[in-house]
């Protein structure tokens, strides 16, 4: 059987990459920033899978986990700090939060 | 099995623009789950089946069911009982219906017709239990990093996410001990 190419893999990663990253930079609300931030580690992810997967080793496979690990705690900081943006400023524009008061 | 691999990539870059071109966060966020069923079946053929599940539990459960309580906590809508009955046209949630149909097809065909641990589409097979040892054996370390970012990440989403106590009263308000705070600096 044909298998497929790991360029292939590492090239679908790295479109949902970009795609993320794209997002990251044409949006302004805060909340599609974070999923856009989710998007692009689960890209980096899928790439350690393909890289472990090509030379039959688990460590891609632990990498994954500590990404997953990483993006939990992220994902719930970052929404922490929506709820405290949201609750100072009410409103989620990035843009209103461009200057810092202590 | 190669075209299993090809399809799932399709769906999961289709569903990640259409995230990234949504404007109802909602409907960004059904376009996200599929994507990451996407990327999970992406994991099965490529021989990664743990990592597959673990997709589906915490990315496209936890990670989005936290999203979705937040949008909820903020209460974004206005118009509550018209959004209501929007959502339930069908041109809204036919897209991810169709795509995740797309997926469900894939893994019944992988579960039923291919032999799925023998023949990966790309790579090869690695499973939980070569994952297990190694992540105890030589990675024990990260591990235990792990454990500690974890423990940071609660007791910082505890910090963060608690809100200031409302005042009843000017009387019940307690006195700042400002003198001594200036005398100390």
Do not use: C
């Amino acid at each position: 059987m044909t298998t497929i190419p790991m360029e292939t893999g590492l090239l679908l990663a790295g479109v949902l990459f970009m795609l993320g990253l794209i997002s990251v930079m044409i949006r302004r609300n805060i909340i599609f920033m974070l999923i856009s931030v989710e998007i692009m580690l689960n890209a980096a992810g899928l790439a350690f899978i393909v890289a472990g997967s090509h030379w039959a080793q688990p460590d891609g496979q632990i990498m994954f986990i500590f990404i997953l690990t990483m993006a939990a705690a992220e994902v719930s900081v970052g929404l922490a700090l929506i709820l405290q943006i949201h609750h100072q400023l009410k409103t989620l524009n990035s843009d209103a939060a461009n200057f810092m008061k202590g | 099995m190669e075209l299993t691999f090809y399809i799932a990539a399709a769906v999961a870059v289709l569903a990640t623009i259409m995230v990234i071109t949504r404007f109802n966060m909602i409907h960004a966020l059904l376009y996200l789950v599929v994507s990451f069923l996407a990327v999970a079946v992406v994991f099965l053929t490529m021989g990664a089946p743990f990592m597959a599940a673990l997709e589906v539990i915490v990315y496209a459960g936890a990670i989005v069911v936290l999203i979705i309580f937040v949008i909820m906590m903020l209460s974004l809508t206005r118009e509550d009982v018209e959004q209501e009955k929007a959502w339930l046209q069908p041109k809204l949630w036919m897209g991810p219906a169709l795509l995740s149909f797309v997926l469900l097809a894939e893994l019944v065909y992988l579960l039923v017709i291919a032999e799925m641990p023998a023949a990966p589409a790309a790579g090869s097979y690695v499973d939980a239990r070569a994952v297990g040892l190694a992540l105890y054996g030589p990675y024990v370390l990260g591990v235990q990093l792990s454990g500690i970012l974890l423990m940071a990440g609660i007791v910082g989403a505890y910090h963060l996410g608690r809100q200031k106590k409302k005042i009843i009263h000017r009387f019940l308000q307690q006195q700042e001990p400002q003198k001594e705070r200036s005398a100390v600096l």
